[in-house]
């Protein structure tokens, strides 16, 4: 199997090539084979992970979302079920640890994140397979948020320095009931997967959320202080939130930030920060140019992604599946 460089990627210094590319050398033909070889090089598959951020598959036998199942699964790591996060975007399974990665409209842009960082479960390890690509656009931007955070560090170190020292809340509305036509459309009962106001307010308070109940039946939910910057087990300082994407993209928040982005000790967040930080994150990103049958791991500890808005007849259809310490699992 080929490790090889592909045009455009991050090159931050050997061997952390953001994304490490592997080419299926045409060797690997069945799905069963796939799964051999992964088990055979899973140590060093991890290693490459942990220092690059992401790993791009290219043509692996990999054509369904139960063939893709299957090469999640081959990595052996505890699942992260859909059903048991904390995110209220809309999405459809298509076997028990796959689904959509995001139902909203092909126009809207899925600003970067770390999968879940919103909350206080999130998955470790994100897995993409591209069953269709768009006929234009629809790319998966990644970003390394440890040279975000060095970049924020250099330009702005007041800036870096509140972020690490207060972390920051979230929050969110959620609707009384599920809209498909929002990037953000799950309602309370499902992105708590519960079924009573009483069972709602014993797991947000399980999990150091504060709330209120609104009139038309949606709930307003905060979250507990939670890291803006994390240091990893290798020393690397990320920036890992979902800052750039609820400024940037859920509705109404870069009109009124602070009643959803406040640091960690309820403080308002400086506008011109947020927008120091998306307008930098851009010279980050490496828009991951899908083909059919590709398959990327990403590190969610190190790297964010996102999802370029895309158009044309065909149906883009990126499928993802959850990989998760058993640690970081609650609630
Ligand atoms: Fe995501």
Same mark, same amino acid.
């Given at each position: 199997?080929?490790?090889?460089?592909?045009?455009?990627?991050?090159?931050?210094?050997?061997?952390?090539?953001?994304?490490?590319?592997?080419?299926?050398?045409?060797?690997?033909?069945?799905?069963?084979?796939?799964?051999?070889?992964?088990?055979?090089?899973?140590?060093?598959?991890?290693?490459?992970?942990?220092?690059?951020?992401?790993?791009?598959?290219?043509?692996?036998?990999?054509?369904?979302?139960?063939?893709?199942?299957?090469?999640?699964?081959?990595?052996?790591?505890?699942?992260?079920?859909?059903?048991?996060?904390?995110?209220?975007?809309?999405?459809?399974?298509?076997?028990?640890?796959?689904?959509?990665?995001?139902?909203?409209?092909?126009?809207?842009?899925?600003?970067?994140?770390?999968?879940?960082?919103?909350?206080?479960?999130?998955?470790?390890?994100?897995?993409?397979?591209?069953?269709?690509?768009?006929?234009? %656009?629809?790319? #998966?931007? $990644?970003?390394?948020?440890? @040279?975000?955070?060095? +970049?924020? *560090?250099?330009?702005?170190?007041?800036?870096?320095?509140?972020?690490?020292?207060?972390?920051?809340?979230?929050?969110?509305?959620?609707?009384?009931?599920?809209?498909?036509?929002?990037?953000?459309?799950?309602?309370?009962?499902?992105?708590?997967?519960?079924?009573?106001?009483?069972?709602?307010?014993?797991?947000?308070?399980?999990?150091?959320?504060?709330?209120?109940?609104?009139?038309?039946?949606?709930?307003?939910?905060?979250?507990?202080?939670?890291?803006?910057?994390?240091?990893?087990?290798?020393?690397?300082?990320?920036?890992?939130?979902?800052?750039?994407?609820?400024?940037?993209?859920?509705?109404?928040?870069?009109?009124?930030?602070?009643?959803?982005?406040?640091? %960690?000790?309820? #403080?308002? $967040?400086?506008?011109?920060? @947020?927008?120091?930080? +998306?307008? *930098?994150?851009?010279?980050?990103?490496?828009?991951?140019?899908?083909?059919?049958?590709?398959?990327?791991?990403?590190?969610?500890?190190?790297?964010?992604?996102?999802?370029?808005?895309?158009?044309?007849?065909?149906?883009?259809?990126?499928?993802?599946?959850?990989?998760?310490?058993?640690?970081?699992?609650?609630?």
């Amino acid at each position: 199997m080929q490790l090889t460089d592909v045009a455009g990627q991050f090159k931050a210094g050997q061997p952390d090539v953001f994304p490490a590319v592997i080419l299926n050398n045409k060797s690997l033909t069945t799905v069963e084979q796939c799964e051999q070889w992964i088990v055979q090089n899973q140590a060093e598959l991890e290693k490459q992970l942990s220092q690059s951020g992401a790993i791009l598959f290219r043509g692996f036998p990999v054509g369904s979302a139960e063939a893709f199942d299957t090469f999640k699964a081959s990595f052996g790591n505890p699942n992260f079920f859909y059903k048991d996060s904390l995110s209220n975007a809309v999405r459809i399974n298509f076997t028990e640890r796959v689904f959509t990665a995001n139902e909203a409209p092909k126009d809207v842009e899925i600003y970067l994140q770390n999968e879940m960082a919103q909350t206080p479960n999130y998955p470790d390890k994100i897995f993409f397979f591209c069953l269709n690509p768009a006929d234009q %656009g629809g790319a #998966s931007p $990644i970003l390394r948020c440890d @040279l975000l955070f060095n +970049a924020l *560090l250099e330009k702005n170190p007041e800036l870096a320095k509140a972020f690490s020292e207060k972390g920051v809340k979230y929050t969110t509305q959620m609707p009384g009931e599920d809209n498909r036509e929002s990037g953000q459309g799950h309602s309370w009962k499902s992105t708590l997967s519960i079924e009573t106001v009483e069972q709602a307010e014993e797991k947000l308070a399980r999990l150091s959320y504060s709330w209120e109940w609104q009139r038309d039946g949606s709930l307003k939910a905060t979250t507990g202080k939670l890291p803006a910057v994390r240091t990893l087990d290798c020393g690397r300082q990320v920036f890992f939130n979902q800052i750039i994407a609820a400024y940037m993209g859920w509705s109404g928040v870069r009109e009124h930030h602070q009643d959803t982005l406040r640091f %960690g000790d309820d #403080s308002e $967040i400086p506008k011109a920060w @947020l927008e120091e930080i +998306a307008e *930098l994150s851009e010279d980050y990103v490496y828009d991951v140019p899908w083909q059919a049958g590709d398959v990327a791991m990403v590190n969610n500890n190190l790297a964010m992604h996102g999802r370029r808005p895309y158009g044309g007849e065909s149906k883009r259809q990126v499928l993802v599946a959850l990989g998760a310490a058993k640690a970081n699992i609650q609630g």
